[in-house]
């Protein structure tokens, strides 16, 4: 991982005109982290619990690496993919740095036997920052980029050793997602839910930006769908596995995050994502028009909220019919 973000910001070629992109898709991280509180229920998960900061954490992240980058260049060209490419910059920017202070700031604030001051709980998060592997390699590739070094500029050796470790980085995430996840059927139904949900909130966000902005060119309109619509990343997840690493050391009476649920989420987002994006890219002019885009946001909307209310009707009515017995009860004895 570290080799793979080392890599991608050497490579970057900053083009004034396409500075925008970065902003746009760090403005959809965020608002898909701050609508987490209002869906997350909605699903069944609670609040203050290591599924709901889970998947709080991991859904608003994308990998359009993964996920969407393949199909860009397949279906709309070159020039698209360095738009995406460029855009990646700002999910990048929330994927690694803001995701990571959130996740250290939930496991120190939860950890913490007395309550601490902002200040106090700073200072180890900031070394815990600091010392991540990670982020170190990214401060490293941010300094030789602002002296004009490239990957081309580096040793032989050291370039070429870089390359093919990132190489594996694809093939190892996959394995490592299949032999890991283990999904139970209610878990499977509430993940699908959350995800449909999710992909429903990004075309509702991408309608109304392509409303206001008054986008005509319909490859750019596919672009901003596939983009948003790409799999959940594994960034979030690499900075749940830092947390359980430092809690498995402490070994706390409560965890911060579900190790098993984030793994579930990925390993349905990622098929999921691909079957969308594949449906967005072959659908030629459906989505010329924005109100077309509400259309199928409000169908996966309901596609995902279904499954909860379902859920919810039927567990009430087993809860009516164990009680109702038990009230007809006394009315038989009188008789």
């Known amino acids: ?3 793979t973000i ?12 396409l500075l925008v992109l970065p902003l746009l ?13 209002m869906v997350l229920p909605l699903m069944g998960i609670s609040k203050k619990t290591p599924e709901y900061r889970t998947a709080k954490l991991l859904i608003p992240s994308l990998a359009p690496g993964l996920s969407c980058f393949p199909f860009v260049l397949e279906f709309l060209g070159e020039d698209y993919l360095a738009k995406a490419a460029m855009a990646d910059l700002g999910n990048k920017v929330f994927v690694l740095f803001f995701l990571y202070l959130v996740a250290m700031n939930w496991h120190y604030a939860l950890q913490s036997n007395q309550s601490k001051k902002g200040s106090a709980q700073l200072g180890p998060m900031l070394k815990a920052m600091i010392s991540e592997p990670v982020n170190i390699f990214i401060g490293v590739a941010l300094l030789l980029l602002v002296f004009g070094f490239t990957m081309d500029s580096l040793p032989f ?14 093939p190892l995430v996959l394995l490592f997602i299949g032999l890991a996840v283990k999904i139970k059927r209610k878990q499977f139904f509430q993940i699908f839910s959350l ?23 319909q490859n750019e309109i596919l672009l901003t769908m596939a983009f948003g619509l790409s799999a959940c990343s594994f960034w979030p997840y690499a900075h749940i596995a830092a947390v359980d690493g430092l809690e498995l050391e402490n070994k706390p009476k409560k965890k ?12 349905l987002s990622f098929p999921l994502s691909t079957m969308l994006i594949l449906g967005v890219l072959n659908s030629g002019t459906f989505f010329a028009s924005g109100y077309t885009i509400f259309l199928i946001a409000g169908l996966l909307f309901a596609l995902g909220l279904l499954p909860p209310l379902f859920n919810g009707l039927t567990t009430k009515w087993a809860h009516l019919k ?14």
């Open 195 to 217: 995800l449909c949900t999710r992909a429903g909130l990004v075309l509702l966000i991408s309608g109304t930006f392509i409303m206001i902005t008054g986008i005509q060119a």
């Open 157 to 170: 050796f050291l370039s070429e050793t870089l390359e093919k470790l990132s190489l594996i980085m694809t």
């Open 25 to 37: 898709a760090l403005g959809l991280n965020l608002l898909l982290f701050l609508a987490m509180p």
């Open 1 to 3: 991982m570290p080799a």
């Open 6 to 17: 080392f890599i991608a910001l050497l490579g970057i070629k900053v083009e004034l005109h």
């Open 256 to 267: 911060t995050f579900n190790n098993d649920f984030g793994i579930a989420i990925l390993a």
């Open 322 to 335: 164990f009680i109702s017995p038990k009230l007809d009860r006394p009315a038989a004895e009188n008789a």
